[in-house]
């Protein structure tokens, strides 16, 4: 595997806020700031407190940015990072429309309060010019245009391009959006292939050594003979959204969640929603540990069972033939729940060794790939994370969390080192986690002479410490699969 270059020459620092009594979302969009700060770019100032505002006005100040000029009206933080001119995309996460729980949407999307923030310093950065681009690819059966509305991005995205001439838009990174009805397909659409590029890791791919089980690679409701076209002995090939590899800064803004597949969903696994065709994304092997798989732990021809009719709905262009099979699951899902067997059925638990593969092939290609995909030695574009914990997603998330209000709001230029302090704040062990352990052992984003205990980190904009030195502890639940494996000792 190719060595890249990327910027880190220094132990990676983390700004970290935390209170959970004082730090809370603003209601009313387009969630202005309560306050006219000297380099605030418009003339509209909220009636309410914004402590969100607030918090990312701090962050870029504890980070040096633009340090001299802070409490200026010259104050520009974003231009260590874009100039006039240039392109920047915002990247949330925009998972899907609802909670299927029934809970409040803000325990699973990143919350536009803060998007709205970061939207304004890039306005400030980009004097007028350029383009600002706020885009995710949500899971294929997602409403983006409920996204949008219950986000109210629409309403924040709206006041902004009243009152600059920079271009600012929201994207559907999607390639392919499926419409559902109890499971069953009714409809898919393809968008233009113009805006997606093709990124080929070869043998630089993480996934590279376990490139024999390359028929076995899934992705549950996505068709198994369309990934092998993408992922076989080789090639390992990923589709990204142009935008993203035009970008010169990409600012990711990740929701701090529990995940069933990957055990925590923050700065890394948050860059998945670059890609934009999910059947090219493995997440897990099938069948057991015991067969050779790493969908689950057991043997078991239930789950076997249970496996085989996912690729037959899949497959099948059939609705009929979908609602057999549907009922059947519900069958089988009953029988399970009857005979107590764990719940890690599609990788969905501590043992998947599949997902940390695409999931650092992803973040290898954010870095690395050029304009037109092809990957260099050297980091070709500017990236900044600004966590969103404010309220968090524990439990069954990424899709059905629960909601736990955390006070948390973390940033750094490092997504590992962000991860690496997070997971240590909300009670996970990062050596469980299979992303961020491999991350440190194996990736581009940390050198071997850095000890994970030595991370610096600013904690409320005052006090400096290590990470070894910061114990919060306040224990976001994992997921059912995960649950006595992840958190700390």
Request: aromatic share 10%.
């Amino acid at each position: 595997m190719v060595r890249r270059e990327s910027k880190f020459k220094k132990m990676p620092e983390v700004a970290l806020l935390l209170n959970e009594s004082r730090v809370y979302y603003p209601d009313n969009p387009p969630f202005s700031p309560h306050e006219r700060y000297p380099e605030y770019p418009f003339d509209h100032v909220s009636d309410e407190a914004n402590p969100v505002y607030e918090s990312i006005r701090q962050f870029f100040f504890s980070l040096g940015y633009d340090s001299e000029n802070f409490g200026k009206s010259s104050w520009n933080p974003l231009s260590e990072f874009v100039s006039p001119g240039q392109k920047v995309v915002i990247k949330p996460n925009w998972v899907f429309h609802h909670n299927p729980l029934g809970h409040s949407f803000t325990g699973m999307a990143t919350h536009s309060s803060v998007i709205r923030a970061i939207l304004d310093y890039a306005v400030i950065a980009l004097k007028e010019k350029g383009v600002i681009i706020i885009g995710d690819a949500p899971i294929q059966s997602a409403d983006f245009s409920k996204i949008v509305q219950r986000s109210q991005i629409n309403s924040v995205v709206s006041f902004i391009r009243d009152r600059t001439q920079a271009e600012v838009r929201i994207e559907d990174f999607r390639r392919e959006i499926t419409m559902r009805r109890d499971g069953v397909v009714l409809d898919r659409i393809f968008r233009n292939d113009g805006d997606f590029i093709k990124v080929n890791l070869k043998a630089d791919s993480y996934l590279s050594s376990i490139s024999n089980d390359y028929m076995h690679f899934r992705v549950t409701n996505y068709d198994k003979e369309k990934m092998v076209k993408y992922h076989n002995k080789h090639d390992h090939i990923y589709v990204i959204h142009r935008s993203v590899l035009e970008a010169d800064l990409v600012i990711s803004v990740p929701k701090v969640k529990s995940h069933r597949k990957a055990g925590l969903t923050c700065c890394m696994k948050n860059s998945v929603g670059i890609n934009c065709q999910k059947d090219c994304l493995p997440h897990h092997r099938k069948h057991s540990t015991e067969e050779g798989g790493d969908a689950y732990e057991k043997a078991s021809l239930i789950k076997r069972t249970k496996e085989r009719l996912y690729e037959k709905i899949d497959k099948t262009h059939s609705r009929n033939a979908q609602r057999i099979y549907m009922i059947c699951l519900r069958v089988i899902n009953r029988l399970i729940k009857v005979l107590c067997l764990p719940n890690d059925f599609e990788g969905n638990w501590y043992g998947n060794d599949t997902l940390w593969r695409t999931i650092l092939d992803i973040n290898k290609i954010l870095f690395f790939a050029r304009k037109e995909g092809d990957i260099s030695r050297d980091q070709q574009r500017r990236l900044l994370y600004i966590v969103d914990g404010i309220i968090a997603g524990g439990g069954e998330g990424p899709l059905e969390p629960n909601n736990r209000h955390l006070g948390l709001i973390a940033a750094g230029e490092n997504p590992l080192a962000v991860d690496l302090v997070v997971a240590g704040v909300i009670g996970f062990d990062y050596r469980k986690i299979p992303s961020l352990l491999q991350a440190v052992h194996n990736s581009f984003l940390w050198e071997s002479k850095y000890n994970v205990n030595s991370i610096s980190v600013k904690l409320n904009a005052k006090n400096l410490c290590l990470l070894k030195d910061l114990d919060l502890n306040l224990r976001l639940e994992p997921s059912s699969g995960w649950r006595g494996h992840i958190e700390k000792d």
